[in-house]
Each structure stands twice: as structure tokens, then as C-alpha cells.
Nanobody
């Protein structure tokens, strides 16, 4: 499975961005997809996740009510709509996909999101 993120950039506080993650390869094997982020000097953390079957979602407390994760299975693409962005949202955002059957976890290359105050 290959994952390619897009949509990052520079935005002012209070603004919005939408990230996309396009999956290719053995996408039939993916059970769970998620967005992680890593700020300088900090550990990578889960932002939001979604199951590819039932569409069950999970969010970090810090983004609840501001971010929305979604997926289009027909396009093999996952999205992260980020609203009311804050400077503390600044990080490299990574797309992740998990295959329970293969026991593998896949990562994209990351996309930078910078929120200016």
C-alpha cells in the first residue's frame, strides 16, 4: 500500500485546510486509516482515525469539534477537514493505514501544516 498526502500549507489562526490521503496498491486490505501529526521536539500523536468498513471515527480531544475525518472508499482517499486552526496545530501531518490481515502499518511521507498567529 502506498499513501500520498496533499493539502498542507500555511494558514492564519482561525482558518481552514483540507488534507487528502490517496491510497494505492493493495487497498482492499486496509481496515483502518488515520491522521497523525508530529510537531518539532514532540512525539507523533494520533489526530483522528476512521474504519474503512463502518466508518467509525475517533478524535483526539484537542481537535474534537474542529476537525472532521472522512473517506471515499470508491476513490481510495481519506480526508481531514481542519477548521478553526490554532498555532498549536502546526506540525507535519502523516497519513496511516493499517491492515489487520497482513499485520502491517503503512505511512505516507507527511505534509507540513503551519498555522500563524
Amino acid at each position: 500500500v502506498q499513501l500520498v498526502e496533499s493539502g498542507g500549507g500555511l494558514v492564519q489562526a482561525g482558518g481552514s485546510l483540507r488534507l487528502s490521503c490517496a491510497a494505492s496498491g493493495s487497498t482492499f486490505s486496509i481496515n483502518l486509516m488515520g491522521w497523525y501529526r508530529q510537531a518539532p521536539g514532540k512525539q507523533r500523536e494520533l489526530v483522528a482515525a476512521i474504519t474503512t468498513g463502518g466508518g467509525t471515527t475517533n478524535y483526539a480531544d484537542s481537535v474534537k469539534g474542529r476537525f472532521i475525518i472522512s473517506r471515499d472508499n470508491a476513490k481510495n482517499t481519506m480526508y481531514l477537514q481542519m477548521n478553526s486552526l490554532k498555532p498549536e496545530d502546526t506540525a507535519v501531518y502523516y497519513c496511516n493505514a493499517v491492515s489487520y490481515g497482513f499485520g502491517l502499518s503503512y505511512w505516507g511521507q507527511g505534509t507540513q501544516v503551519t498555522v500563524s498567529s
